[in-house]
């Protein structure tokens, strides 16, 4: 195997697990709690089993959202690779199914980093809030986490179809 086909297989290999982890987060979370409770975590003293509970949270959502990272990352370098980058941000020639995957992403990242994590950071109390704000903030993870959960669906289609199925274009 060529170094260069060595390279995108290991490039193609991380992207599948960052989507995996991405997408698997975002669904657990649909499956865990299919419905709005405004409501935060246990704020009970900090015990040892507590302070694990928190660590363990901090690594849960560190993963979630540098997942996020690492699909755009390994997605665009191994369009970038192909040599259709451009033409995927444009929208333009064979690649446009792929492009709508690649727009949808980065608006699912940037809902994911700008507004999810702000607002998830003092639901969690990584930030300091008072207890109405902690609380209305709950809502706004809540909608953005169903934002993302909805859009994974056509990116996934897009992403898939785009990289797999050129044809797709014509129907």
């Not at 982890?21 to 246990?42: E, F, I, K, M, Q």
């Amino acid at each position: 195997m060529a170094g260069g086909a060595l390279v995108d297989l290991c490039v193609r290999w991380l992207h599948i697990a960052g989507v995996i982890v991405w997408l698997g987060h975002n669904w657990s979370n649909v499956v865990r709690r299919p419905r709005y409770r405004r409501a935060l975590p246990d704020d009970a003293p900090r015990e040892t089993p507590e302070e694990a509970l928190l660590a363990a949270s901090r690594r849960e959502h560190g993963v979630f959202r540098y997942a996020s990272v690492v699909v755009l990352g390994t997605g665009l370098t191994l369009l970038a690779r192909r040599g259709v980058l451009r033409e995927a941000l444009t929208l333009q020639g064979p690649t446009v199914v792929l492009g709508v995957g690649v727009w949808l992403g980065v608006a699912m990242a940037c809902n994911l980093w700008l507004v999810l994590w702000p607002h998830q950071r003092k639901v969690l109390g990584f930030v300091p809030a008072p207890l109405e704000e902690r609380l209305r903030c709950t809502r706004v993870t809540f909608l953005s986490s169903r934002v993302n959960s909805v859009l994974s669906l056509p990116t996934l289609f897009c992403m898939v179809v785009g990289s797999h199925d050129p044809w797709a274009l014509h129907w």
